[in-house]
Antibody
Framework: QVRLVQSGAEVKTPGASVKVSCKASGYTFTGYYLHWVRQAPGQGLEWMALINTNDGSTDYAPSFQGRVTTTRDTAISTAYMDLSSLRSDDTAVYYC????????????????WGQGTLVTVSS | EIVLTQSPGTLSLSPGEGATLSCRASQSVTGNYLAWYQQKLGQAPRLLIYGASTRASGIPDRFSGSGSGTDFSLTISRLEPEDFGVYYCQQRGGSPTYTFGQGTRLEIK
């Protein structure tokens, strides 16, 4: 079955960077885009980035441009999200999510999600 | 940037009742790429509807989506106890590429 398993919780100080991993299993890793979405405590969902796991191309939300980078390692079916210059308002649960698609159509919706990684930024 | 506005903010209903949740976009949603998710406390979101009206795999038929352009809705025909939670709409288009609504909380009355 499809699974996305993320790395564990992190505690960081302001100004530091964090790297979250997302290991995929149960499907062809390079056949689907992976996205990163975050959720601050008690708040809604915020899209951050996507990676085309086949060719490595990326797209980022303007509010994160220059601070976020997503990469992948196809040999181990894992995507990564790096967020730099952390601030206290970056405290959130970070999710990876797979974009639903078939062989002919990309549906721009997220059909499988990781369990989430809590990143706490505090001095 | 396309902004999605959901209403109402909170909906209080009893099991067995019907629910209609609204999602309005500030501009027309390209290709009707509008999805709905349910999220329960402490869990990741679950995809319910994509393409504005197609139920995702395993989603009961009491959930239905409709709409086009800028106005979309999610209808739950007969609420079950497990349906309570927060519902988000999401679109793809414009910049940033993907956006979510602020959510509607569906609570037990």
């Amino acid at each position: 079955q499809v699974r996305l398993v993320q790395s564990g919780a992190e505690v960081k100080t302001p100004g530091a960077s964090v790297k979250v991993s997302c290991k995929a299993s149960g499907y062809t890793f390079t056949g689907y885009y992976l996205h990163w979405v975050r959720q601050a405590p008690g708040q809604g969902l915020e899209w951050m980035a996507l990676i085309n796991t086949n060719d490595g191309s990326t797209d980022y939300a303007p509010s994160f441009q220059g601070r976020v980078t997503t990469t992948r390692d196809t040999a181990i079916s894992t995507a990564y999200m790096d967020l730099s210059s952390l601030r206290s308002d970056d405290t959130a649960v970070y999710y990876c999510a797979r974009e639903y698609s078939t062989s002919t159509t990309w549906y721009k919706a997220f059909d499988f999600w990781g369990q989430g990684t809590l990143v706490t930024v505090s001095s | 940037e396309i902004v999605l506005t959901q209403s109402p903010g909170t909906l209080s209903l009893s099991p067995g009742e019907g629910a209609t949740l609204s999602c309005r976009a500030s501009q027309s949603v390209t290709g009707n790429y509008l999805a709905w998710y349910q999220q329960k406390l402490g869990q990741a979101p679950r995809l319910l509807i994509y393409g504005a009206s197609t139920r995702a795999s395993g989603i009961p038929d009491r959930f239905s989506g409709s709409g086009s352009g800028t106005d979309f809705s999610l209808t739950i025909s007969r609420l079950e106890p497990e349906d309570f939670g927060v519902y988000y709409c999401q679109q793809r288009g414009g910049s940033p590429t993907y956006t979510f609504g602020q959510g509607t909380r569906l609570e037990i009355k």
